[in-house]
């Protein structure tokens, strides 16, 4: 049986950077032919990132996508690369985009892989998978292939597939079975959810049985906008032995040595097979010969705990939502509390200290003990620790208006989001918004106060797992050695936003740990108000939660993006109409 030298590059590409990620392609496929490598596969869309959304539309778009791949074809060549073939996502169409006038019916523009070689393009191939679900709008942008691409390559006969054709059964899959193949690659842009990597090696599992094949599954990491991407790729073989997996969350190169039946006799360029598909099959010449020595193992990367997970992937989402968009720094208010407490520790770990402004806002409210701690946070990450007393400027607007009660509460807010406001247009930072998701849910915010920002990395963590994140984070640098970052004061008072004598979250909402989890049957199970009492809920608790979720969806509209981490985040994922007279009555 052959043996193929497979490299998995699991690489962090940009949105709309064609030159940028195309020399990443470069660069990553040089370190793979040094490995030794014979076939490498980089994520899908992987020369336009991923998701390119509206730009689709674009026909000036469309076309530097294609551009840029005949373009990186001979570049590969000219770095002495040609014998490598390479599979790389792109953007490409054989139409006009679908809501232009000129739409043709079965045509338009495509989801697509390529396999570059000898400076060109060997073969392509259409995602025949759609996914319109939760952040997936792909019946929107693309037409769906009806074709599965095989390429014979050094004796082994390769389907190319790409991320959701492996998520539903059927279609490409079972078609690779009956065309015979060896090896399915299958190229992801595979966003990070909490414990999606329990999922997807069963179902990686399956689809191997399913095509009677070994699946190589190559996913991106990085930040784009509200999705982060994990990496998490693998190798599992046709009897559902998990040969080698990377870590998560880094670019990485996963070199495997994969021994793979023989291809058979070479069938017609295109049949006709089951599923309405046709097989379009393709031949490599001369790659890379078998290296000599010992073989190459991947390894197999052990998942680690909840926590350390989405830790990493809220750096990461903060990490590159700044980066990719060219923000020198960040600035948040530092309350004394757990939620900026958290807030300003993920962005010392994604930017380091030195990018890192944190100002604490106190007012006449204020507790001795919440300055103190929002200090020694300041100490303990080394960010740059600013105070500006917002009770003067408070004054000045009693002085000059009649305002009382909750108006009094909100203005304090305002007069904060002013001032991060004023540091972000004077100095140029990213204003860091600190709001949890269970505070979002139930609309416990001022708009144009503690919701001012342009991103938050909390949004869509629960109050409860907040708790969770802080004790690990700490627990972790204990373990290395190193100062806790978070204040223990933060993590064990009780949470407030202290706009009036003695107040405490507590006054207006349950506790959270009976708010928590009727807001995750509500928001991410979609459960009524059945399905929650029955759930052992107390119903007027429940009534009294989804009051308070349904009329705040006006403030979650304005809210600023921040990293996806659950199977239902606010924004793309759950999109409810703000005027909307449907209630769950009890």
């Given at each position: ?41 980089f994520?899908?869309?992987?020369l ?17 996508s ?26 490409d ?36 998978h ?25 004796g ?25 193949v ?10 990070y ?17 399913e ?11 990085g ?28 670019e990485?190169l ?66 590159d ?143 409860t ?66 399905g ?10 429940v ?44």
């Amino acid at each position: 049986m052959p043996t193929l030298r497979l490299a998995l590059s699991q690489v962090n590409p940009t949105v709309g950077d064609l030159a940028g990620n195309a020399e990443l392609v470069r660069t990553w496929s040089r370190r793979a032919a040094d490995a030794g490598a014979q076939l490498v596969a980089f994520p899908e869309m992987m020369l336009t990132g991923y998701p390119v959304e509206d730009l689709v539309f674009r026909r000036s778009f469309v076309a530097a996508s294609k551009a840029a791949l005949e373009q990186l074809a001979a570049d590969l060549a000219a770095d002495g690369l040609g014998d490598l073939p390479v599979v790389v996502g792109y953007l490409d169409a054989d139409g006009p985009p679908q809501v232009s006038g000129d739409a043709q019916p079965g045509r338009g523009a495509r989801n697509a892989a390529a396999l570059l070689h000898q400076g060109g393009v060997v073969a392509t191939y259409f995602k025949h998978h759609l996914p319109n679900y939760g952040v997936f709008d792909e019946d929107r942008y693309f037409i769906p292939g009806d074709a599965l691409t095989v390429v014979r390559i050094g004796g082994v006969d390769v389907a190319l597939t790409i991320c959701e054709d492996l998520w539903q059964a059927g279609g490409p899959f079972a078609v690779a079975r009956q065309a015979g193949v060896g090896l399915v690659v299958n190229i992801n842009g595979s966003p990070y959810e909490l414990n999606k990597d329990d999922i997807r090696l069963p179902l990686v599992r399956r689809r191997a049985a399913e095509a009677g094949a070994t699946i190589a599954y190559v996913n991106m990491i990085g930040g784009q906008d509200e999705l982060v991407f994990e990496g998490d790729s693998m190798i599992v073989g046709a009897d559902g032995t998990l040969l080698t997996r990377a870590p998560q969350f880094v670019e990485h190169l996963l070199v495997h040595d994969v021994e793979l039946p023989e291809a058979g006799e070479r069938g017609a360029d295109e049949e006709q097979l089951a599923d309405g598909m046709r097989v379009l099959r393709r031949t490599v010449g001369s790659i890379p010969a078998a290296p000599t020595g010992p073989a190459a193992a991947g390894g197999v990367m052990e998942p680690v705990a909840d926590e350390a997970e989405v830790w990493q992937a809220l750096v990461l989402g903060l990490r590159d939502y700044v980066n990719k968009n060219r923000f020198p720094s960040v600035v948040l208010g530092l309350s004394g509390g757990i939620d900026s407490a958290v807030v300003a520790a993920l962005a010392v770990d994604a930017l380091g200290p030195q990018r890192v402004v944190g100002v604490s806002l106190p007012s006449q409210h204020s507790s001795e003990h919440s300055r103190a701690d929002a200090e020694d946070l300041g100490k303990r990450t080394g960010l740059d620790y600013r105070v500006e007393p917002i009770q003067p400027m408070v004054d000045t607007f009693l002085a000059n208006m009649s305002l009382s009660g909750v108006t009094v509460e909100n203005l304090q807010a305002r007069v904060r989001g002013v001032i991060l406001m004023a540091l972000s247009n004077q100095e140029g930072h990213l204003v860091l918004t600190t709001g949890n998701k269970s505070e979002l849910a139930v609309g416990y915010s001022t708009l144009y106060g503690d919701s001012v920002g342009g991103f938050n990395p909390v949004k869509d963590v629960w109050k409860t797992l907040i708790w969770r994140l802080a004790k690990w984070r700490n627990a972790d640098a204990a373990s290395r050695g190193e100062t806790p970052p978070i204040p223990e004061n933060s993590i064990g008072k009780p949470p407030s936003a202290e706009l009036s004598p003695g107040q405490l979250d507590s006054d207006s909402l349950p506790e959270y740990d009976v708010l928590d989890p009727i807001l995750i049957g509500y928001v991410d199970g979609d459960l009524g108000r059945h399905g929650l009492v029955e759930s052992g809920h107390d119903p007027a608790v429940v009534d009294r939660v989804l009051r308070l979720v349904d009329v705040a969806e006006y403030k979650r509209r304005q809210s600023a993006p921040g990293t996806k981490i659950s199977m239902k985040a606010f924004g793309r994922d759950r999109r409810l109409p703000i005027t909307n007279r449907w209630r769950e009555h009890g």
